[in-house]
Structures are given as C-alpha cells and as structure tokens.
C-alpha cells in the first residue's frame, strides 16, 4: 500500500482491528482503519488551501518551508495526520483569534472552554488579531498528558518534590483552569508553582519532576543536567531554574557525527578547536544524536562562533528570537563583518539585545509580574497580552 506506519500507529492498528478463527483479517477493513490512523492523502498543491480552511494561514514561502518537513509520497501526496503533526513543529503561519477554537480542534487539542479561555489569556496577540501558529502550540502544549484533582494539589505537588503553602494552594485553586470533571493538567499545574517564590526541589527528585513535564531524560541529558544546575549544599536547586533548564532537551535532535555539516547547515562557523571543545561538553546519545536545543545552549556558552551573514534571520528563530523586517534591517545595518561575510556571534547577540530590548520568556511572565508585585486577574492578562509584541515562540 505504500504506507509507513509508526510503532505506536501499527499497535493501534492491531489492536482495533478483529481477526477470525484463522487469524486472518478482511482486507477491505484493513484499508478503512488505516485511513482512520493516517487520515485522506491531500495534494501537496493542497496544502496552503486545507490548512486555510483550518484557521491557518502561510505564505508561499512557508509553504516551501513545510513541504521539506513532510513525508510527501511518490504521487505527490500527504497523509493528513503526517501534516497535522508537521504543523505542531512548524515555525512558521498565523492564526487569528476568532479561529482559535477551530485550530486547536483541527491540531488535535480537546480542551473545555475554560481551558481554552485560559490559554487565551496568556497569549500575546501580534497585528491584526493574530497569533503565531508556533506561539499557540507551545501554550496548548500545557494541556496535553496527565490531569491530576484539583482538591489534591498538595499531595499531587509533594510527589514531586514541591512543598506548597496552604495560601498558595488557594491561589492555585483560585486562577487554575479547573475542567469539569475537578481535574488540571499537571504541566498547566507546574506553570502556575514555576512562578511562585522561593520553591525548591530535592535533586532526587528531578527526574520524576521531568516526566510530569512531559519531557523524558536519557541516562545522558539527566547527567547533563545536574552538571549544569546551580545544587545548594542541601542538595536542592530552584524550581524555575530546572525548568528552563530542562527545556534544552526538548525538541528535534540533530546528528552531530559530523558537527561540521550541522554548523554550516545552521548557519553556524565554529574553528576546529571550538568543534572539539562542543563535542567533549555535549550529551552525546549512543545514535550520535544531540538536542538541537542542547545543542545551539553549548554553541553560545563557546566564546568565537561565528554566523554567516546570509543565514542571520535563521539562526535568530532557531535560538526563538524572531526579527521584524525593520528589526532585521536595523540589525544588518549596525553589524560589523569580516571578509568571509561573517560576524561574532555575542557581537550579533549583543545587538539584537540592543534593537529589541530586554526580553521575558512567556512562560516566566507570571513570575515577572509577581517579582513586581502586579497581580491581575484572567481578564486584565488577556487584555494586556493584546498589546503585547513577541518576538517568538516563547518570548
């Protein structure tokens, strides 16, 4: 049939269909249960079309773009969940904020319309009532995995190793989006503690943390990580500093067997010595893979990496900082290169810093807001997301 199924898609495939007495299956339900896994084959000159009807809009450029992620077959095709998947990771499309709710539903989110009313209220509206696509599925990603009762969120918490205080269990009562059924999820759960001051978790307990964040640790990036975090002599580090530790090892993994075809790809020009000096730090899985994320942290801890001039705007969003066209101008104007059209890469940082300002992690805009001591109710933060620019898909 020429179709290519993953593991956990073959296992829901044999597990819905019936098999008789000679353990045969009729052919004819075969076909109708594997559409029902993959969903219609759309021409990929479709595509822009389909994904409109969605509620989402892209370019013909960012057409191109996902094109090259997708597996499109030999007729030209692309099986709708493989799209819909592809869609989850894209950098790149807009959606706008009256088609939210379609968006979410198409991309495979099932949430209450308190949930949706609080996803909404942390999401930073750019021109013309819009939302970055990557923007809305980094939040709607707090909504996906395990819900835990809402009337247990101590206990829920001590499991992890986070001990709340009874008048911060009532705030989380009070501004958590609490579905019908008395549950939250406990990665929306986390974001709202991320916050909270002064909350610290036993080194012991940071991988079980990890998996509640949805994020799963190799032997390899565990060792890495507490290699990296500041552990007070009581063997505890700040809550919020592994979180966005932990986010490094998150993402697409890149194969760093050969570092140089990944750098150039990326834009990135390291010298022989700086490539060395990355793959000795670097948690290097036994398939020679490393996170991308992991990955550009280890580039900018190096003190002379260099970027191609040409690949400034793509190296820029893959570290999620995204540039306005004027932004981008600006910068270019103001960078100094040398004669191999390259610049330092802290010179480039250190200007984009600059032109765009300081800027704040989405995920740690409650923790600014009450650093200042500002509380605001869920209408105040919608309204005030509304005029707020972002710069990516988490700043």
Do not use: W
């Amino acid at each position: 049939m020429g179709i290519d199924l993953k593991e956990k898609e073959i296992q829901e495939l044999k597990d819905c269909l019936p098999v008789d007495a000679n353990g045969k299956i009729d052919l004819n339900v075969l076909v109708n249960e594997v559409k029902n896994i993959t969903g219609e084959k759309i021409p990929t000159e479709d595509l822009k079309n389909v994904l409109k009807d969605m509620g989402i809009k892209i370019t013909d450029k960012e057409h191109k773009k996902l094109l090259k992620t997708l597996p499109v077959s030999a007729d030209k095709k692309v099986f709708e969940k493989a799209l819909l998947e592809g869609v989850k990771s894209f950098k790149g499309g807009r959606v706008s904020v009256r088609d939210l709710k379609n968006v979410l539903r198409n991309t495979g989110f099932r949430l209450e319309e308190k949930e949706i009313q609080d996803l909404q209220s942390h999401l930073p509206v750019i021109e013309d009532e819009k939302i970055d696509l990557d923007t809305l599925m980094e939040a709607a990603s707090a909504f996906t995995g395990e819900k835990v009762e809402a009337n247990d969120l101590k206990n829920v918490l001590r499991n992890m190793g986070i001990e709340t205080t009874e008048k911060e269990q009532l705030m989380l009562l009070k501004t958590l989006p609490i579905s019908r059924d008395g549950k939250v999820y406990k990665k929306r759960l986390l974001n709202s503690v991320k916050p909270l001051k002064g909350k610290k978790v036993s080194v012991k307990n940071l991988n079980t943390l990890a998996k509640n964040m949805g994020i799963q640790l190799e032997k390899e990036d565990f060792q890495d990580l507490l290699n990296h975090l500041p552990i007070d002599e009581n063997k505890m580090v700040d809550l919020n500093v592994v979180m966005d530790d932990a986010k490094a090892f998150t993402g697409e993994k890149v194969n760093v067997n050969n570092l140089s075809n990944v750098m150039r790809k990326m834009g990135l020009v390291l010298t022989d010595e700086e490539k060395q000096q990355l793959l000795k730090t670097l948690p290097i899985h036994a398939d020679g893979k490393v996170y991308k994320n992991r990955l550009l942290k280890g580039v900018k801890a190096l003190s002379g990496p260099r970027v191609k001039l040409r690949k400034v705007k793509s190296v820029m969003e893959n570290m999620g900082i995204k540039l306005k066209d004027e932004e981008l101008e600006e910068l270019m104007s103001q960078l100094s290169t040398d004669d191999d059209r390259t610049v330092g890469l802290n010179d480039l940082m250190d200007t984009v810093s600059c032109i765009k300002g300081e800027v704040i992690d989405i995920q740690d805009f409650d923790k600014f807001l009450a650093n200042e001591g500002i509380e605001l109710t869920e209408e105040d933060m919608k309204e005030l997301m509304s005029h707020l620019t972002v710069n990516g898909p988490k700043r």
